[in-house]
C-alpha cells in the first residue's frame, strides 16, 4: 500500500500561481507513475498532469504550457507548480500513484479556489 499525502491548495486569484506537493510513504517500491488529476463539482475526475519515474511528463491540454509537475525519487515526492490561474481549474487536486500492475493509489485532496 502506497499512502500519499498532499500540501498546499487554498485560495488564490485568477492570473495567480500555486504549488502543490505530494509525499509519498509505505511501499514506496511501488511508486511508479505519479500524476494529478482533478475534480470540480458535478464533473468527472480528470488527469491534469503525469510523470514516469524517468520523467516523461503528459499534460491535459488546459494546462499546457501554464502547469508544471516534477518529481523527486529520492524525496518521494511529486510535486505541481501551477500558473496563470484560471477560475476554472477550481477542483479538489488528488494525488496519484499507478503502480507497475495499474493499482491506483490516491491522497485525500486538496481543494485549490480560484478567485476572479
Known amino acids: 500500500q502506497v499512502q500519499l499525502v498532499e500540501s498546499g491548495g487554498g485560495e488564490v486569484q485568477a492570473g495567480g500561481s500555486q504549488g502543490l506537493s505530494c509525499a509519498a510513504s509505505?511501499?514506496?517500491?511501488?511508486?511508479?507513475?505519479m500524476g494529478w488529476y482533478r475534480q470540480a463539482p458535478g464533473n468527472q475526475r480528470e488527469l491534469v498532469a503525469s510523470i514516469s519515474r524517468g520523467g516523461t511528463t503528459n499534460y491535459a491540454d488546459s494546462v499546457k504550457g501554464r502547469f508544471t509537475i516534477s518529481r523527486d525519487n529520492a524525496k518521494n515526492t511529486v510535486y505541481l507548480q501551477m500558473n496563470s490561474l484560471k477560475p476554472e481549474d477550481t477542483a479538489v487536486y488528488y494525488c496519484n500513484n499507478r503502480d507497475r500492475l495499474g493499482i491506483n493509489s490516491w491522497g485525500q485532496g486538496t481543494q485549490v479556489t480560484v478567485s476572479s
Open positions: 509505505g511501499n514506496i517500491f511501488r511508486l511508479n507513475v
